[in-house]
């Protein structure tokens, strides 16, 4: 009988081969059960891996623009627009020329495209939530919609000089 430590000689064929003796390789051991830690939602990776939902806020309705509507409301609109405050500049979003643009159709629906002063504006919510809200008020408005914009960027240079004399630009 060989000794406890001796190899045979398909032992040692075997390490020459490469490939252990059955006997030589330890068991692997029985997967754990599962662990009681559950991944947070933040973990989950199908928002990098689905296909980005469809939009669910209102896309604007508005026909052709009508100059003679578009010409009568908008003096109204700005007078409006006037009244919204960016919460951190003591400036109406008018004189900060965050207004690019007010048409209007011929059933009086309006839109209004405007931007922010930086797409990372902590007021991205509140303030086109607060211009559509206040022009659709308008008596001779049907329907409005905002539609935020970032071409062409906003500069100072947009502001009015009211704007720019109010918060000490020059």
Same mark, same amino acid.
């Given at each position: 009988?060989?000794?406890?430590?001796?190899?045979?000689?398909?032992?040692?064929?075997?390490?020459?081969?490469?490939?252990?003796?059955?006997?030589?390789?330890?068991?692997?051991?029985?997967?754990?059960?599962?662990?009681?830690?559950?991944?947070?939602?933040?973990?989950?990776?199908?928002?990098?891996?689905?296909?980005?939902?469809?939009?669910?806020?209102?896309?604007?309705?508005?026909?052709? *623009?009508?100059?003679? %509507?578009? @010409?009568?409301?908008?003096? +109204?609109?700005?007078? =409006?627009?006037?009244?919204?405050?960016? &919460?951190?500049?003591?400036?109406?979003?008018?004189?900060?020329?965050?207004?690019?643009?007010?048409?209007?159709?011929?059933?009086?629906?309006?839109?209004?495209?405007?931007?922010?002063?930086?797409?990372?504006?902590?007021?991205?919510?509140?303030?086109?939530?607060? *211009?559509?809200?206040? %022009?659709? @008020?308008?008596?001779?408005? +049907?329907?409005?919609? =905002?539609?935020?914009?970032?071409?062409? &960027?906003?500069?100072?240079?947009?502001?009015?000089?009211?704007?720019?004399?109010?918060?000490?630009?020059?």
């Amino acid at each position: 009988m060989p000794a406890p430590n001796a190899s045979t000689g398909n032992e040692r064929t075997a390490a020459m081969n490469g490939t252990p003796h059955p006997a030589a390789v330890p068991e692997t051991p029985a997967p754990a059960s599962p662990t009681p830690f559950t991944p947070p939602e933040a973990w989950n990776v199908d928002a990098l891996t689905k296909p980005h939902p469809e939009p669910t806020g209102e896309t604007p309705e508005i026909g052709a *623009v009508d100059r003679a %509507v578009t @010409a009568d409301l908008q003096p +109204k609109v700005v007078e =409006v627009l006037k009244t919204v405050f960016d &919460p951190e500049i003591p400036v109406d979003i008018y004189e900060l020329g965050l207004i690019y643009e007010i048409i209007a159709d011929a059933e009086r629906k309006v839109l209004v495209r405007m931007t922010l002063t930086s797409p990372a504006c902590p007021s991205a919510q509140q303030i086109p939530s607060e *211009v559509r809200y206040k %022009v659709k @008020a308008l008596p001779d408005v +049907k329907e409005a919609w =905002v539609e935020i914009v970032w071409e062409p &960027p906003w500069s100072k240079d947009r502001m009015s000089e009211a704007a720019k004399l109010s918060l000490g630009f020059f």
